[in-house]
C-alpha cells in the first residue's frame, strides 16, 4: 500500500505503464485508483458492510482522472468507508433512492406510449391497433398505475387468471405474449432488470382453442343475442356469415350492397384478397334491424366498437360462457352446422374463404356466388331448425 495519493504519484503512476493496475492510498483504507487507457484512470473505493470475513464486500468507482482531482476523490471516499465500520450501505440506500425515483415516475401507463410508439414502427396499423387495444383493455387497468419494478408475478397470474375466466386461455396467452415483449423492450433500457414472467405461466394447451357450439349453447347463444341489443347483431351476423370476429364487428355500411351482398375488402380481410358473403334472408333481417347511425354497423359513432365488450354483453345477457367458447367459436359452429345441413366441403370453404389450393387458383376463376348463396342459406336454415328445436327433415323411421 503506497502513500498518501497525489496528483504527482498518479501521473508517475500512470506514466510508468507497467507498476500494476491498482495504486491504494496509504491513508484510507480501500481508497484507490484503477488504470484504465493510456494516462487515464478511475478512481475506487472498497469497504465492507459492517465486521467479519461474510461482511458484503463493494466497490464504488468515484470517478475519472485526470477529470476529477485526488482531493475531490477523497472527499467522495470517507463517507462510504465510514458507513461501512457503522454498518450502513450506502449503494444500496443509492439504489433505493434511485428505485423510488423510478417508481413516481415510470408506471405502466406512462412507459406504455413509449413501447407503443416503439412498437408502431415495426408493425403494420391493423396489428398495432388489436395489440394496444389489449394492454388498454386487459393491461392497463390492472397495472397501468403500478411501475414495472412494483409488479410481481403473482400479479400477473391472477391478471391471467381472471382473463381467462372471462375470455378464455387464448386470451390469457395474449396478455402473457405482451407482456413478454414489454418487457424485454424494458430490459433493454434498464441493466437491473429482470423479467418476472416464466414460460410455464401460459395456458394455452394443445386442443384447448375455440370449439364448435352444442346444440344446446347454440340456442342459449341465439336467445342471448336477441336481448343483448347490437352486440346480439353482431353475434347472429357473426354466426349466419361464418366470418372472423373483426371482420363482422368492423363492418360498415358502404361494405353492403342493394342486392344483399356482403363485400370485405382485402385491407380488412386475412387473405387480403376481397371477399364476397351473398347474405342469406335471415342474415339481411338482422342488418334491416339496425339503425344507420354511423358508418359502423354496430357503433353509434365512427369509432369501431370492441369485439371483446360485445361479446361480454352477450354473456350477460345469459349466453354461453363454457371453456373453449369466443368469437372465433361462431366460425366453427358454422362450418359444422353447414356440413350437417349437406353442403358439399368445397363449397363450404369457399363460403369461408379459406384459401384453396395453387392449382384450383390458378385454372378455377368461377365466382361461385350462387354456390355460397345456397350454402348459407343452408346455414341459416339449420339454425332455425337447432334454435326452434325441431328435428332434421332428412332423418327416416327404419322398419323394425
Request: hydrophobic content about 40%; some cysteine; glycine content about 8%.
Amino acid at each position: 500500500m503506497g502513500d498518501r495519493l497525489t496528483r504527482r504519484a498518479l501521473d508517475a503512476w500512470l506514466k510508468a505503464g507497467d507498476n500494476g493496475k491498482w495504486l491504494w492510498c496509504g491513508e484510507i483504507p480501500g481508497f484507490g485508483a484503477e488504470r484504465r487507457s493510456a494516462g487515464r484512470a478511475a478512481f475506487v473505493v472498497q469497504f465492507r458492510v459492517g465486521h467479519g470475513r461474510l461482511a458484503k464486500r463493494r466497490r464504488v468507482v468515484l470517478g475519472g482522472y485526470p477529470a476529477m482531482t485526488p482531493e475531490q476523490a477523497r472527499e467522495l471516499a470517507v463517507p462510504h468507508v465510514s458507513a461501512g465500520w457503522r454498518g450502513a450501505d450506502p449503494v444500496a440506500e443509492r439504489r433505493e433512492k434511485q428505485a423510488a425515483a423510478v417508481r413516481k415516475r415510470d408506471t405502466f401507463a406512462v412507459l406504455a406510449e413509449s413501447f407503443f410508439t416503439a412498437r408502431r414502427i415495426h408493425l403494420r396499423d391493423r396489428s398495432a391497433d388489436q395489440y394496444e387495444s389489449i394492454w388498454r383493455r386487459l393491461i392497463l387497468p390492472e397495472v397501468g398505475t403500478k411501475t414495472v419494478v412494483e409488479v410481481r408475478r403473482r400479479d400477473i397470474a391472477g391478471m391471467m387468471d381472471r382473463v381467462e375466466q372471462d375470455a378464455g386461455s387464448s386470451v390469457a396467452d395474449r396478455i402473457h405474449e405482451q407482456l413478454a415483449i414489454f418487457f424485454r423492450w424494458y430490459a433493454e433500457r434498464d441493466d437491473e432488470f429482470t423479467s418476472p414472467l416464466i414460460r410455464t405461466m401460459k395456458r394455452h394447451r394443445a386442443g384447448s382453442g375455440a370449439r364448435a357450439m352444442t346444440d344446446a349453447e347454440l340456442r342459449q347463444f341465439w336467445h342471448a343475442c336477441g336481448d343483448s341489443g347490437v352486440a346480439g347483431a353482431a353475434g347472429r351476423l357473426c354466426l349466419l356469415t361464418a366470418t372472423r370476429r373483426n371482420e363482422t364487428t368492423a363492418a360498415v355500411w358502404p361494405e353492403i350492397a342493394e342486392d344483399g351482398v356482403w363485400t370485405i375488402p382485402s385491407a380488412r380481410y386475412k387473405t387480403k384478397k376481397d371477399h364476397v358473403v351473398p347474405l342469406s334472408e335471415a342474415a339481411q333481417a338482422v342488418v334491416a334491424e339496425l339503425t344507420q347511425m354511423s358508418p359502423c354497423l354496430f357503433s353509434t359513432t365512427e369509432t369501431v366498437p370492441d369485439p371483446w365488450t360485445l361479446w361480454q354483453a352477450i354473456i350477460k345477457a345469459g349466453g354461453p360462457s363454457g371453456p373453449g367458447l369466443s368469437w372465433h367459436s361462431l366460425r366453427k359452429t358454422a362450418r359444422t352446422l353447414m356440413s350437417r345441413a349437406g353442403v358439399r366441403s368445397e363449397y363450404s370453404e369457399r363460403a369461408l374463404g379459406h384459401v384453396q389450393g395453387t392449382v384450383a387458383r390458378a385454372y378455377d376463376k368461377h365466382s361461385y356466388l350462387p354456390e355460397k348463396r345456397a350454402a348459407f342459406e343452408a346455414l341459416a336454415a339449420e339454425i332455425d331448425r337447432v334454435v326452434e328445436s325441431r328435428q332434421a327433415s332428412n332423418v327416416m323411421r327404419l322398419a323394425r
